[in-house]
C-alpha cells in the first residue's frame, strides 16, 4: 500500500492519550486511516505490514468494540495477536499490574494494548515495558483512538471539523471518551457544547476551553453533531440519578430534543448504548442520521493505522 507520508514520523513512542499528540501527529494518523477504510470494505484484509510483529492485547475492564476492533486490525496488517484472557490470568491470584507488564515484557512484544480502571494505568505500564503502549482507555482519563475514530467518521461525513458546532451529552464527569474527545476537537477548531447535569458536569469544565449547559436544547441547538454517552455507573460511588426515566426526560436523546440542532446533524454514541436511557432507540438505528455503526467501521482503520505508525 502506498505510504504517502512515510517522511513524516509521529513525535510519542506510546499513544497513552490525545493530549500528548501535536496535531501533525492527529493528521498522521488520519491520513494513514483513511487509506485502510477500503481495504476493509474489500475481499481481501490482509496485509504484512505488521508481519513478524507481536502485539498483545491486555483489557481489565470489559470491552466489545474496542477488544475485538484491535484484535481485527493487528490481524489484518499480519501481526500475531495474543488477547489475554484475564479471567484464566494470575491478575486473579492478585498480581499487580506492574509485575504483569514486566512478565509480558520479558517475552519481547512489539506493542501492548491496554484497557484498565485506573486513571494513569497506560502511562505506568508504559514505564515500565520496552514495546509501545497504546492506551485502549484508562479510568476516567483518556480514550484516544475513540476519538480519533469519532474525529474521522466527523470528517468522511462532514468532510471537516474546523467550524462544526459539536455537543456532547451526558456523563461527562466519568467519560474518558469525553475528555479524549474534547481535547482533540479543540485541537481541530471545532467549538463544543457539553451538556449534563450539575452532578455529571466536571467541577473544572471551564478550564476545557468548551461552552457548558445543563438544558440539553440549549445546548444542542444549530450544533452540526451530537454525541451521546453512555452513563459510567461502574465508575459511580454513590447514587447520582433519582431515576432513568427522569434521566432519559432531560437528558436523553429523543426527537423533540434532535430538533434543536441542525436539520442535517448526525447522531454519534461510543457504544455500549443504553437504549431508552440515552438515546431514544429509533433515532439510534436512523440511517439518515446515525453513524454510530460507521464509528464501528472506522474504527478498525483507526486502530489499523495506530498499530502500524507505533509498531514500526
Ligand atoms: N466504550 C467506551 C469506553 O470504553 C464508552 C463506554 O464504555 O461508555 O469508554
Do not use: W
Not at 129 to 142: F, K, S, T, Y
Not at 186 to 200: H, Q
Not at 295 to 304: D, F, I, K, S, T
Amino acid at each position: 500500500m502506498a505510504n504517502h507520508n512515510k517522511a513524516i514520523k509521529i513525535s510519542k513512542k506510546h499513544l497513552l492519550g490525545i493530549q500528548d499528540l501535536s496535531i501533525s501527529d492527529v493528521n498522521f494518523i488520519l491520513s494513514e486511516a483513511k487509506q485502510f477504510i477500503n481495504l476493509n470494505k474489500s475481499k481481501n484484509k490482509k496485509l504484512d505490514i505488521l508481519r513478524g510483529k507481536t502485539q498483545i492485547n491486555l483489557f481489565f475492564e470489559p470491552s466489545t468494540r474496542t477488544q475485538s476492533s484491535f484484535e481485527l486490525a493487528g490481524k489484518r496488517l499480519g501481526a500475531d495477536v495474543m488477547s489475554m484472557n484475564l479471567n484464566n490470568s494470575a491478575i486473579k491470584k492478585g498480581e499487580t499490574l506492574v509485575d504483569t507488564a514486566m512478565t509480558l515484557n520479558a517475552m519481547h512484544p512489539d506493542i501492548i494494548v491496554v484497557r484498565h480502571q485506573d486513571s494513569g494505568a497506560s502511562n505506568l505500564l508504559s514505564q515500565k515495558v520496552n514495546c509501545a503502549v497504546l492506551n485502549a482507555g484508562d479510568g476516567r482519563r483518556e480514550h484516544p483512538t475513540q476519538a480519533l475514530l469519532d474525529a474521522l467518521t466527523i470528517i468522511d461525513r462532514k468532510k471537516k471539523i474546523e467550524g462544526l458546532k459539536i455537543a456532547i451529552c451526558g456523563d461527562i464527569v466519568h467519560s474518558r471518551v469525553a475528555r479524549s474527545n474534547i481535547y482533540l476537537l479543540n485541537m481541530l477548531g471545532a467549538e463544543v457544547n457539553i451538556i449534563a447535569p450539575s452532578n455529571l458536569m466536571p467541577k473544572d469544565i471551564q478550564k476545557l476551553g468548551v461552552n457548558s449547559f445543563s438544558d440539553m436544547k440549549k445546548g444542542v441547538k444549530d450544533c452540526d453533531i451530537v454525541m451521546m454517552l453512555r452513563l459510567q455507573n461502574e465508575r459511580m460511588t454513590s447514587s447520582f440519578l433519582s431515576s432513568n426515566r427522569e434521566y432519559y426526560e432531560y437528558y436523553g436523546l429523543t426527537p423533540d430534543k434532535l430538533n434543536f440542532a441542525k436539520e442535517d446533524a448526525l447522531i454519534m454514541h461510543p457504544g455500549p448504548m443504553n437504549r431508552g436511557i440515552e438515546i431514544d432507540t429509533k433515532l439510534a438505528d436512523d440511517i439518515n442520521k446515525s453513524v454510530i455503526k460507521e464509528q464501528v467501521e472506522l474504527g478498525v482503520a483507526v486502530r489499523m493505522a495506530c498499530l502500524k505508525i507505533f509498531c514500526e
